[in-house]
């Protein structure tokens, strides 16, 4: 075989087997922000058999940036644990916070999440989920330039027993649950209450309040959980998204557990 040869096959043969043995996870995570990544470690370091989907060529979601493209970010102490775990490098600041390069954070995510086991699909939207017996069962997956070029081109379709919306502010999963299927969110109004403005604190906190399961197979985290359940911003202040990440990795694999032990 000519080299060019062995470069194509090899790339189609490890990409669709890739993309075959993710036909059934245990969870589907949309969006590679840093709660979406940290989800995918701890539930890979747990032996889950974990997918993550991001629209972006490079995921990493609001993290890269810092705060307006000053490339460091802050993480408090309660977090540390998570830096520590992911072994990022990172120096102490005032009143029990660290300083870390958001480039070096990202990139280490990335790293930690995928040599854990769990698969990352980039360029990939999830325009839709799987909805059946009043139960989010899957995510339904289409090439982003598809999407943009607003081709009429079918998904396909991956089943998980867990369904993660880390989207962000925008909370785009939660939103296409609820406005296709009409469906009521465990939340104060049972809809999408909306994200407010900046109070870093309050905001820290709870978002890691807010990560949950909101409807049957469905979880939040980071912004998301925020935008869903009402509550503030937190401007380039990480460690509730870190922890947010932690926690959905804790609900999920209960989640998965107690399912496999139903059926
Ligand atoms: C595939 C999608 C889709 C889709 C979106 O916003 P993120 O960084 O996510 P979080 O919540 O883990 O982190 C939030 C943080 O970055 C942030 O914005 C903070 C702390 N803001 C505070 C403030 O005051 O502003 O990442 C979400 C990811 C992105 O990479 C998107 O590309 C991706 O989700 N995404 N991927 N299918 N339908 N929608």
Not at 152 to 161: E, I, N, R
Request: charged content about 20%; proline content about 3%; hydrophobic content about 45%.
């Amino acid at each position: 075989m000519v080299m060019e040869t062995v470069i194509s096959r090899g790339i189609i043969e490890s990409y669709f087997e890739k993309l075959t043995s993710c036909l059934e996870l245990d969870v589907a995570i949309v969006g590679g922000g840093p709660s979406g990544i940290v989800a995918a470690y701890y539930l890979a370091k747990a032996g889950h058999k974990v997918a993550l989907f991001d629209r972006k060529l490079a995921p990493g979601g609001g993290m890269w940036g810092g705060a307006m493209m000053f490339n460091d970010i802050i993480v408090q102490e309660e977090a540390k644990h998570i830096l520590d775990e992911l072994e990022l490098t990172y120096r102490p600041y005032q009143q029990g916070t660290y300083i870390v390069d958001s480039v070096h954070a990202t990139a280490a995510l990335l790293y930690k999440a995928t040599q854990a086991g769990a698969k990352i699909f980039n360029c990939y939207s999830v325009e839709d989920v799987v909805y059946k017996n009043k139960r989010v069962a899957g995510v339904v997956v289409n090439w982003t330039p598809v999407l943009m070029q607003k081709m009429h081109v079918d998904p396909l379709t991956l089943m998980a027993k867990c369904v993660l919306d880390g989207t962000g502010h925008d909370c785009e999963i939660v939103k296409t649950v609820v406005r296709k299927n009409g469906v009521t969110l465990n939340t104060e109004t049972g809809g999408i209450v909306g994200e407010m403005s900046m109070d870093a604190a309050e905001g820290e906190r709870t978002t890691v309040i807010n990560t949950k399961e909101v409807y049957p197979g469905l979880f939040v985290s980071g912004m998301a959980a925020n935008g869903v359940s009402g509550s503030f911003r937190m401007g380039p202040i990480f460690g509730g998204m870190l922890l947010s990440g932690e926690k959905a990795a804790s609900i999920m694999s209960e989640s998965v557990k107690a399912q496999a032990k139903a059926q």
